[in-house]
Protein backbone atom coordinates (compact mmCIF):
# COMPACT_ATOMS: atom_id res chain seq x y z
CA UNK A 1 0.00 0.00 0.00
CA UNK A 2 1.40 3.05 -0.85
CA UNK A 3 0.81 5.91 1.64
CA UNK A 4 1.21 9.78 1.42
CA UNK A 5 1.85 11.77 4.21
CA UNK A 6 -0.82 14.72 4.02
CA UNK A 7 -3.63 13.09 3.76
CA UNK A 8 -6.52 12.95 6.00
CA UNK A 9 -7.83 10.52 8.23
CA UNK A 10 -11.33 10.94 5.93
CA UNK A 11 -9.57 11.01 2.76
CA UNK A 12 -7.39 7.70 3.95
CA UNK A 13 -10.95 5.69 4.71
CA UNK A 14 -12.21 5.82 1.88
CA UNK A 15 -8.83 5.34 -0.30
CA UNK A 16 -8.44 2.07 1.30
CA UNK A 17 -11.81 0.90 1.79
CA UNK A 18 -11.61 -1.50 -1.34
CA UNK A 19 -8.67 -2.88 0.73
CA UNK A 20 -10.98 -4.37 3.52
CA UNK A 21 -11.88 -8.36 2.24
CA UNK A 22 -15.54 -7.58 2.71
CA UNK A 23 -15.52 -4.15 1.26
CA UNK A 24 -18.58 -2.55 2.09
CA UNK A 25 -18.36 0.73 3.97
CA UNK A 26 -19.70 -0.73 6.87
CA UNK A 27 -16.25 -0.33 8.71
CA UNK A 28 -15.74 2.74 7.09
CA UNK A 29 -18.63 4.62 8.93
CA UNK A 30 -17.56 2.88 12.10
CA UNK A 31 -14.07 3.71 12.49
CA UNK A 32 -15.43 7.50 11.30
CA UNK A 33 -18.02 7.48 14.20
CA UNK A 34 -15.23 6.53 16.83
CA UNK A 35 -13.20 9.26 14.93
CA UNK A 36 -16.08 11.49 16.07
CA UNK A 37 -16.68 10.57 19.39
CA UNK A 38 -12.52 10.59 20.23
CA UNK A 39 -12.76 13.97 18.81
CA UNK A 40 -15.53 15.24 21.57
CA UNK A 41 -13.88 12.63 24.36
CA UNK A 42 -10.47 14.53 23.45
CA UNK A 43 -12.14 18.37 24.10
CA UNK A 44 -13.44 16.40 27.37
CA UNK A 45 -9.93 15.42 28.51
CA UNK A 46 -8.25 18.34 27.32
CA UNK A 47 -10.48 20.75 29.89
CA UNK A 48 -10.32 18.31 32.72
CA UNK A 49 -7.82 20.41 34.72
CA UNK A 50 -9.89 23.69 33.98
CA UNK A 51 -13.70 22.08 35.20
CA UNK A 52 -14.73 19.95 38.05
CA UNK A 53 -14.77 16.82 36.07
CA UNK A 54 -12.13 15.11 37.44
CA UNK A 55 -12.71 12.77 40.32
CA UNK A 56 -14.29 9.82 41.39
CA UNK A 57 -18.06 9.67 39.78
CA UNK A 58 -18.91 8.02 43.07
CA UNK A 59 -19.45 4.13 41.32
CA UNK A 60 -17.60 1.23 41.13
CA UNK A 61 -17.56 -0.31 38.16
CA UNK A 62 -17.49 -3.98 37.36
CA UNK A 63 -13.98 -4.71 37.86
CA UNK A 64 -14.32 -3.52 41.47
CA UNK A 65 -12.50 -0.01 40.98
CA UNK A 66 -13.53 3.24 41.40
CA UNK A 67 -14.79 4.66 38.11
CA UNK A 68 -13.87 8.71 37.47
CA UNK A 69 -15.99 10.86 35.91
CA UNK A 70 -14.50 11.14 32.30
CA UNK A 71 -14.82 7.25 32.28
CA UNK A 72 -18.08 7.15 32.60
CA UNK A 73 -18.04 10.62 30.03
CA UNK A 74 -15.93 8.54 27.33
CA UNK A 75 -18.21 5.39 27.69
CA UNK A 76 -21.34 7.32 27.51
CA UNK A 77 -19.89 9.42 24.45
CA UNK A 78 -19.03 6.02 22.69
CA UNK A 79 -21.78 4.22 23.23
CA UNK A 80 -24.11 7.12 22.20
CA UNK A 81 -22.01 7.86 19.09
CA UNK A 82 -21.89 4.23 17.74
CA UNK A 83 -26.01 3.40 18.92
CA UNK A 84 -27.36 6.84 17.60
CA UNK A 85 -25.67 5.96 14.10
CA UNK A 86 -26.96 2.14 14.20
CA UNK A 87 -23.34 0.91 12.55
CA UNK A 88 -22.61 -1.58 14.71
CA UNK A 89 -25.42 -4.38 16.51
CA UNK A 90 -23.15 -4.75 19.82
CA UNK A 91 -21.16 -3.00 21.72
CA UNK A 92 -18.91 -4.65 24.95
CA UNK A 93 -17.17 -2.05 27.18
CA UNK A 94 -14.88 -2.03 30.25
CA UNK A 95 -17.87 0.06 32.06
CA UNK A 96 -20.51 -2.21 31.25
CA UNK A 97 -21.57 -5.82 33.02
CA UNK A 98 -23.24 -6.91 30.12
CA UNK A 99 -23.33 -6.33 26.58
CA UNK A 100 -25.64 -3.95 24.86
CA UNK A 101 -27.77 -5.12 22.21
CA UNK A 102 -28.36 -2.36 19.75
CA UNK A 103 -32.05 -3.13 17.86
CA UNK A 104 -32.31 0.10 15.67
CA UNK A 105 -34.84 2.58 15.15
CA UNK A 106 -37.61 0.08 13.75
CA UNK A 107 -36.45 -2.90 15.39
CA UNK A 108 -34.63 -4.30 12.80
CA UNK A 109 -30.65 -4.18 12.74
CA UNK A 110 -28.85 -5.37 9.53
CA UNK A 111 -25.45 -4.02 10.72
CA UNK A 112 -22.65 -6.59 11.10
CA UNK A 113 -19.71 -5.16 13.62
CA UNK A 114 -19.68 -5.52 17.11
CA UNK A 115 -17.02 -3.02 19.03
CA UNK A 116 -15.62 -3.77 22.43
CA UNK A 117 -14.13 -0.90 23.86
CA UNK A 118 -12.05 0.34 26.75
CA UNK A 119 -13.36 3.77 26.79
CA UNK A 120 -10.89 5.14 28.83
CA UNK A 121 -7.55 3.36 29.39
CA UNK A 122 -5.09 4.93 32.30
CA UNK A 123 -7.57 6.51 33.97
CA UNK A 124 -5.24 6.73 37.51
CA UNK A 125 -3.57 9.38 35.12
CA UNK A 126 -6.27 11.44 34.40
CA UNK A 127 -5.87 14.07 37.50
CA UNK A 128 -2.29 14.28 37.11
CA UNK A 129 -2.27 15.49 33.40
CA UNK A 130 -0.68 12.82 32.34
CA UNK A 131 -1.59 10.63 28.53
CA UNK A 132 -4.93 8.28 28.50
CA UNK A 133 -6.29 6.74 26.33
CA UNK A 134 -8.90 4.21 24.47
CA UNK A 135 -8.60 1.49 23.13
CA UNK A 136 -10.80 -0.34 20.52
CA UNK A 137 -11.38 -3.94 18.60
CA UNK A 138 -14.19 -4.86 15.84
CA UNK A 139 -15.16 -8.13 15.03
CA UNK A 140 -17.50 -9.17 12.44
CA UNK A 141 -20.75 -11.13 14.42
CA UNK A 142 -20.85 -14.86 14.03
CA UNK A 143 -24.95 -14.94 14.36
CA UNK A 144 -27.15 -14.27 11.32
CA UNK A 145 -27.91 -10.96 10.77
CA UNK A 146 -30.95 -8.96 11.85
CA UNK A 147 -31.23 -11.02 14.70
CA UNK A 148 -29.81 -9.64 18.29
CA UNK A 149 -26.33 -10.22 19.02
CA UNK A 150 -25.29 -12.86 21.41
CA UNK A 151 -22.39 -13.29 23.93
CA UNK A 152 -20.89 -15.70 21.16
CA UNK A 153 -20.31 -12.50 18.57
CA UNK A 154 -17.99 -11.34 21.63
CA UNK A 155 -16.41 -14.55 22.64
CA UNK A 156 -14.10 -14.40 19.73
CA UNK A 157 -10.61 -15.24 19.94
CA UNK A 158 -8.53 -12.05 19.03
CA UNK A 159 -6.98 -13.29 16.21
CA UNK A 160 -10.54 -13.04 14.42
CA UNK A 161 -10.69 -9.24 14.95
CA UNK A 162 -11.55 -7.38 11.82
CA UNK A 163 -9.97 -3.94 12.86
CA UNK A 164 -8.73 -2.37 15.97
CA UNK A 165 -6.93 0.48 17.04
CA UNK A 166 -7.35 3.24 19.90
CA UNK A 167 -6.95 7.01 20.57
CA UNK A 168 -4.21 8.14 22.35
CA UNK A 169 -4.79 12.00 24.20
CA UNK A 170 -1.48 12.91 25.05
CA UNK A 171 0.53 15.55 24.16
CA UNK A 172 -1.32 15.73 20.69
CA UNK A 173 -4.35 13.52 20.35
CA UNK A 174 -3.56 10.31 17.85
CA UNK A 175 -5.57 7.33 16.33
CA UNK A 176 -3.78 4.62 15.46
CA UNK A 177 -5.65 1.64 13.83
CA UNK A 178 -5.26 -1.47 11.50
CA UNK A 179 -7.50 -3.01 9.53
CA UNK A 180 -4.99 -5.98 8.87
CA UNK A 181 -3.35 -4.07 6.58
CA UNK A 182 -0.17 -2.50 8.60
CA UNK A 183 -0.85 0.20 11.09
CA UNK A 184 -1.27 3.85 10.32
CA UNK A 185 -1.36 6.87 12.97
CA UNK A 186 -3.44 10.21 12.36
CA UNK A 187 -2.57 13.15 14.33
CA UNK A 188 -5.59 15.86 15.39
CA UNK A 189 -5.10 19.15 14.54
CA UNK A 190 -6.87 21.03 16.77
CA UNK A 191 -7.23 24.31 15.21
CA UNK A 192 -9.41 22.14 12.31
CA UNK A 193 -11.02 19.11 13.66
CA UNK A 194 -8.89 16.89 11.15
CA UNK A 195 -6.65 13.98 11.97
CA UNK A 196 -3.82 13.93 9.57
CA UNK A 197 -1.94 10.83 8.72
CA UNK A 198 1.39 11.87 10.41
CA UNK A 199 2.58 8.30 10.73
CA UNK A 200 1.92 5.81 8.26
CA UNK A 201 3.18 2.23 8.03
CA UNK A 202 4.01 2.03 11.48
CA UNK A 203 6.76 -0.52 12.13
CA UNK A 204 8.07 -2.05 16.02
CA UNK A 205 11.58 -1.85 15.75
CA UNK A 206 12.94 -5.84 15.42
CA UNK A 207 14.36 -4.84 19.02
CA UNK A 208 14.79 -2.37 21.26
CA UNK A 209 15.93 -0.77 24.46
CA UNK A 210 13.25 0.07 26.93
CA UNK A 211 11.40 -1.99 28.97
CA UNK A 212 7.70 -1.34 30.54
CA UNK A 213 6.87 -2.85 34.14
CA UNK A 214 5.26 -2.28 37.22
CA UNK A 215 7.98 -3.24 39.66
CA UNK A 216 6.51 -2.34 42.19
CA UNK A 217 5.01 -5.49 42.08
CA UNK A 218 8.14 -7.33 41.84
CA UNK A 219 7.58 -9.53 44.64
CA UNK A 220 4.89 -10.88 42.73
CA UNK A 221 5.56 -11.76 39.57
CA UNK A 222 6.54 -15.42 37.93
CA UNK A 223 9.78 -16.46 38.62
CA UNK A 224 10.30 -15.86 34.48
CA UNK A 225 9.29 -12.47 34.48
CA UNK A 226 11.58 -11.69 37.37
CA UNK A 227 14.41 -13.54 35.63
CA UNK A 228 13.62 -11.53 32.53
CA UNK A 229 13.54 -8.02 34.49
CA UNK A 230 17.28 -9.15 35.96
CA UNK A 231 18.55 -9.80 32.31
CA UNK A 232 17.10 -6.19 31.40
CA UNK A 233 19.01 -5.03 33.81
CA UNK A 234 22.40 -6.75 33.65
CA UNK A 235 25.18 -5.02 32.08
CA UNK A 236 26.45 -6.63 29.22
CA UNK A 237 26.04 -6.27 25.60
CA UNK A 238 23.63 -3.27 25.02
CA UNK A 239 22.25 -3.75 28.47
CA UNK A 240 21.09 -2.46 31.20
CA UNK A 241 17.81 -1.24 29.29
CA UNK A 242 15.61 1.97 29.76
CA UNK A 243 12.80 1.53 32.38
CA UNK A 244 9.46 3.93 31.25
CA UNK A 245 6.39 2.78 32.32
CA UNK A 246 3.12 5.55 32.65
CA UNK A 247 0.71 3.37 33.61
CA UNK A 248 -1.27 3.75 30.78
CA UNK A 249 -1.08 0.79 28.57
CA UNK A 250 -2.04 2.12 25.14
CA UNK A 251 0.63 5.27 25.97
CA UNK A 252 3.47 2.47 26.69
CA UNK A 253 2.88 0.95 23.80
CA UNK A 254 2.99 3.63 21.44
CA UNK A 255 6.09 4.46 22.58
CA UNK A 256 7.79 1.18 22.51
CA UNK A 257 6.02 0.91 19.07
CA UNK A 258 7.95 3.93 18.11
CA UNK A 259 10.71 3.70 20.05
CA UNK A 260 11.61 -0.30 20.50
CA UNK A 261 10.54 -2.10 23.51
CA UNK A 262 8.72 -4.54 25.73
CA UNK A 263 5.67 -4.08 27.78
CA UNK A 264 4.65 -6.12 30.38
CA UNK A 265 1.62 -6.73 32.92
CA UNK A 266 2.11 -10.71 34.17
CA UNK A 267 -0.20 -12.30 36.59
CA UNK A 268 0.72 -11.70 40.37
CA UNK A 269 0.27 -13.51 43.33
CA UNK A 270 -1.96 -10.75 44.00
CA UNK A 271 -3.71 -10.97 40.52
CA UNK A 272 -3.13 -14.95 39.35
CA UNK A 273 -5.16 -13.93 36.01
CA UNK A 274 -3.22 -10.88 35.01
CA UNK A 275 -4.70 -7.37 35.63
CA UNK A 276 -5.41 -6.55 31.94
CA UNK A 277 -8.99 -7.52 29.95
CA UNK A 278 -8.38 -9.82 27.47
CA UNK A 279 -10.96 -8.65 24.90
CA UNK A 280 -10.92 -4.65 25.05
CA UNK A 281 -7.32 -4.43 26.04
CA UNK A 282 -5.07 -7.01 25.27
CA UNK A 283 -6.70 -8.27 21.97
CA UNK A 284 -6.71 -5.13 20.24
CA UNK A 285 -3.12 -3.79 21.16
CA UNK A 286 -1.94 -7.49 20.28
CA UNK A 287 -3.36 -7.15 16.52
CA UNK A 288 -1.72 -3.67 16.64
CA UNK A 289 1.37 -4.97 17.64
CA UNK A 290 1.32 -7.86 15.32
CA UNK A 291 0.39 -5.85 12.52
CA UNK A 292 3.28 -3.29 13.26
CA UNK A 293 5.74 -6.87 13.26
CA UNK A 294 5.73 -6.72 16.57
CA UNK A 295 4.67 -9.81 19.08
CA UNK A 296 2.07 -10.31 21.49
CA UNK A 297 2.11 -13.34 24.13
CA UNK A 298 0.56 -14.31 27.61
CA UNK A 299 4.04 -15.51 27.93
CA UNK A 300 3.03 -19.14 26.93
CA UNK A 301 0.60 -18.60 23.92
CA UNK A 302 -0.45 -16.19 21.48
CA UNK A 303 -2.75 -13.37 23.08
CA UNK A 304 -4.67 -13.37 19.13
CA UNK A 305 -4.95 -16.93 19.76
CA UNK A 306 -6.46 -17.70 23.41
CA UNK A 307 -10.17 -18.94 23.26
CA UNK A 308 -12.31 -15.89 25.50
CA UNK A 309 -14.53 -17.74 27.80
CA UNK A 310 -15.93 -14.46 29.62
CA UNK A 311 -16.30 -11.03 28.48
CA UNK A 312 -14.35 -9.34 31.55
CA UNK A 313 -11.66 -11.85 31.66
CA UNK A 314 -7.95 -11.11 32.48
CA UNK A 315 -4.73 -12.23 30.93
CA UNK A 316 -1.01 -11.83 31.38
CA UNK A 317 -0.07 -9.71 28.78
CA UNK A 318 3.97 -9.15 27.40
CA UNK A 319 4.02 -7.64 23.81
CA UNK A 320 6.53 -5.41 22.05
CA UNK A 321 9.28 -6.05 19.79
CA UNK A 322 10.09 -9.45 18.50
CA UNK A 323 13.55 -10.56 19.84
CA UNK A 324 12.76 -8.93 23.56
CA UNK A 325 9.02 -10.87 23.68
CA UNK A 326 10.84 -13.98 22.49
CA UNK A 327 13.33 -13.72 25.36
CA UNK A 328 10.53 -12.84 27.90
CA UNK A 329 9.07 -16.03 26.44
CA UNK A 330 12.04 -18.02 27.12
CA UNK A 331 12.60 -17.00 30.26
CA UNK A 332 8.75 -17.73 30.97
CA UNK A 333 9.38 -20.98 29.75
CA UNK A 334 11.99 -22.01 31.91
CA UNK A 335 9.01 -22.62 34.55
CA UNK A 336 6.07 -24.39 34.38
CA UNK A 337 2.59 -22.24 33.83
CA UNK A 338 1.01 -21.72 37.04
CA UNK A 339 -2.90 -22.41 37.02
CA UNK A 340 -4.02 -18.99 37.51
P1 LIG B 1 -7.93 1.31 33.01
O1 LIG B 1 -7.60 2.74 33.30
O2 LIG B 1 -8.74 1.14 31.75
O3 LIG B 1 -8.52 0.59 34.18
O4 LIG B 1 -6.57 0.54 32.64
C1 LIG B 1 -5.43 0.67 33.42
C2 LIG B 1 -4.49 -0.44 33.07
C3 LIG B 1 -3.49 -0.12 31.97
O5 LIG B 1 -3.76 0.91 31.14
C4 LIG B 1 -2.23 0.18 32.72
O6 LIG B 1 -1.11 -0.14 31.98
C5 LIG B 1 -2.36 -0.64 33.95
O7 LIG B 1 -3.73 -0.76 34.19
C6 LIG B 1 -1.68 0.00 35.10
O8 LIG B 1 -1.82 -0.80 36.22
P2 LIG B 1 -0.91 -0.60 37.53
O9 LIG B 1 -1.32 0.71 38.12
O10 LIG B 1 -1.29 -1.77 38.38
O11 LIG B 1 0.52 -0.64 37.09
MN1 LIG C 1 -7.56 0.01 30.45
MN1 LIG D 1 -10.62 1.96 31.24
Redesign the pocket.
Known amino acids: MAVQKNKTLGEFIIENQSEFQYSSGELSRLINSIRLAAKVVNHEVNKAGLVDIIGQAGEV?V?G?DQQKL?VFANETFIKTLTNREIVCGIAS?EEEDFITIQGRNGQNENKYVVLI????????IDVNVS??T?FSIYRRVTPAGTPVTLEDFLQPGKRQVAAGYIIYGTSTMIVYTTGHGVNGFTLNPALGTYYLSHPNMCFPKDGKIY???E??YVHFPQGIKDYIKYCQKEEDDRPYTSR????????VHRNMIKGGI?I?PNTSKDPKG???LLY?CNPMAFLIEQAGGQASDGYRRILDIEPKTLHQRTPFIGGSATMVEKAEYFMGLYPQSEG
Open positions: NQEDEDPLDGSSNVGISVNGNYIGSLVSDYYKLRE
